[in-house]
């Protein structure tokens, strides 16, 4: 029994540790200094990361080892050093690697952008399909960005929208957005991994959208399963954009509206008064995202007479000059104005249902089977708006009527105007034709219908659009669901989804799994893509105009996947493991 126990222990220890001594010790000496620099190099990462989450500058312009201005980093290190007493002795003796230097911040920044693109490349792997949602901007160094985020379902049946990276573009022409884009793309999906993107999303701009030279179609001839997608928030303003541009009283109406802001801006004397009496800035409005005009539109319709008492005390306070006092008679005549005060009433009904489904727009776990009900639920509030303005439409002015009012016969013509060209281009625009067909099939409300006849071309075309999925199962899964009223209450895809998981059907309903996972996949706006750029801008200022890409993403990853680096337990073992291996140093991180 002896010899069987030395046997099977033979070979499975070093020779050198049990021969000598001397190499014991000199290993555990090693590893005793191994632990020490890990446990110096993690307070560092600490530090770094903090840094990145916060977007806070690393090191200032004037910024070097010794300066009276330590900065940010520097000053944090100097905190955490407080409190622990390793790091800051490490800090008052070391020689060989203190690991304050700007190199080692870059290096540690390197090894975290890798950290995470792994883990985050590894989600990739192992989900069963992805979409892309790109856009592109100019910084303030004048070089063009492109955003790429990666949208799909995790491990924990959870959807994710992670950023990837910003890709720096020669020019905003399709070629070179395509060519930097597919290049990126080539690197992330493997040969066999092609079919796994499934949609590609975009802001609509005519270089990304073009059917014969856009992006999306350069894209799909490698990616034939990458639909093309336009973002629905985009369209939404483009629907308010038509609905305002196609009356002309509405353009004069809105023009006027946004000069009330600008009146105030532009002098601080004036902005005082505006504070004493209205007690509230205006919102600045836009012409490309429409619910800040419904912030404006709500703003100016509550403070109506305050606004009207405000234009009056600086007409006759006699403290302003000429200029001031005729433009400030101009929009109280306005705000006085019948139909003036008729459009602000009228769009004071709409503006919130663009701004609630713009709202929901913004949410990351919106599909198109979600979409389809928000956008039932907004045309039917613009469509009641309309049948109201049938009746005859009283605005509360308490002045004398102009000379040229509107009837209230044209009232009601322009009322239903609008609210018809809304729904005409919401009709056009929303309509679910090609591979969006297909969230059709999973409506719940319309599953009593399906019962009695099946959407037959609606699967049709899903099939058409997603060849992986096999028809004739499909077919018999979704007939059996709608048919049980167990699925009958789940109001979406993701509902439904998550109680096939529950109750454990993913083999049993393998195609509808599939398709769900598609539709929940798919994006419908890009507004991840357009955060990216908010943090962009926080991160790389005028003052850091000259930062590098490399370190550009990692800040930018470890501010935007601050969730995912929080709940990576290991996150920080593995960044010190790969910023050992950059390359051959003084200081040892690795055990023996």
Not at 346 to 371: G, T, W
Request: aromatic letters at 8%; charged letters at 25%.
């Amino acid at each position: 029994m002896d010899s069987c126990l030395k046997f099977s222990a033979f070979g499975r220890v070093n020779i050198a540790t049990l021969l000598d001594e001397s190499y014991r010790l000199a290993v555990r000496r090693h590893n005793d200094e191994v632990s020490k620099n890990r446990h110096i190099l993690a307070r560092l990462i600490d530090c770094v990361k903090f840094c990145g989450v916060f977007e806070l500058a690393l090191r200032g312009k004037d910024e070097s080892e010794g300066s009276n201005n330590p900065g940010v980093f520097r000053s944090l290190v100097d905190l955490v050093a407080s409190l622990d007493e390793a790091f800051e002795d490490h800090l008052k003796t070391a020689t060989v690697f203190k690991g304050t230097s700007k190199t080692v911040q870059n290096e540690l920044l390197e090894s975290m952008l890798a950290v995470i693109r792994g883990h985050i490349t590894e989600e990739v792997k192992s989900t069963k399909f992805v979409a892309i949602l790109a856009d592109e901007t100019t910084d303030v160094s004048t070089q063009t960005q492109l955003v790429l985020v990666l949208r799909y379902i995790d491990s924990n049946h959870a959807v994710q929208e992670r950023f990837f990276e910003f890709l720096p573009v020669m020019d905003a022409t399709s070629e070179s957005i395509a060519g930097v884009l597919l290049d990126r793309l080539n690197g992330l999906f493997s040969e066999g991994d092609r079919e796994k993107l499934i949609a590609q999303a975009y802001d609509g701009a005519s270089v990304m959208r073009g059917e014969r030279a856009g992006v999306q179609q350069k894209v799909c001839v490698h990616f034939k399963n990458a639909h093309y997608v336009h973002c629905y928030a985009h369209q939404l303003n483009l629907i308010m954009q038509q609905a305002t541009s196609h009356v002309p009283a509405v353009r004069v109406f809105y023009s006027d509206l946004c000069g009330i802001d600008t009146f105030f801006t532009r002098s601080p004397k004036r902005t005082s008064i505006l504070d004493q009496i209205v007690e509230r800035r205006l919102p600045r409005a836009s012409s490309t995202r429409w619910n800040f005009n419904s912030r404006i539109v709500n703003t100016v319709h509550e403070n109506l007479d305050d606004l009207m008492q405000c234009f009056e005390s600086i007409r006759t306070s006699g403290s302003f000059d000429s200029t001031t006092v005729r433009e400030a008679s101009g929009f109280l005549r306005m705000l006085q104005d019948e139909d003036f005060q008729f459009f602000l009433q009228l769009f004071h009904q709409i503006m919130p249902q663009v701004d609630m489904l713009y709202q929901r727009l913004q949410k990351k776990d919106i599909n198109a089977v979600f979409i389809k009900r928000a956008l039932q639920s907004f045309t039917s509030s613009v469509q009641a708006i309309r049948d109201s303005s049938q009746q005859q439409q009283e605005v509360a002015t308490g002045t004398t009527r102009p000379r040229r009012a509107l009837g209230e016969e044209e009232k009601q013509k322009l009322s239903r105007e609008i609210c018809n060209t809304i729904l005409a281009h919401a009709k056009k625009r929303f309509s679910f034709s090609d591979h969006l067909v297909s969230a059709t099939l999973l409506q719940a409300r319309m599953f009593e219908q399906h019962c009695h006849t099946f959407p037959v071309e609606a699967l049709n075309a899903t099939v058409r659009a997603y060849p992986m999925l096999k028809k004739a199962k499909l077919r018999t899964e979704l007939s059996l669901i709608y048919e049980n009223q167990e699925f009958k209450g789940c109001c979406g895809a993701l509902a439904l989804y998550q109680v096939l998981q529950r109750y454990n059907l993913q083999e049993t309903f393998s195609e509808t799994v599939a398709l769900l996972n598609i539709l929940i996949t798919t994006p419908m706006t890009t507004a991840e893509a357009e955060r990216c750029f908010s943090t962009l801008k926080r991160i790389k200022t005028f003052l850091r105009n000259a930062m590098g890409q490399e370190r550009l993403n990692a800040l930018a990853m470890l501010s935007m996947e601050r969730e995912l680096v929080r709940n990576m337990p290991d996150f920080n073992e593995r960044v010190i493991d790969h910023f050992a291996a950059l390359k051959e140093r003084r200081a040892k991180f690795q055990y023996k």
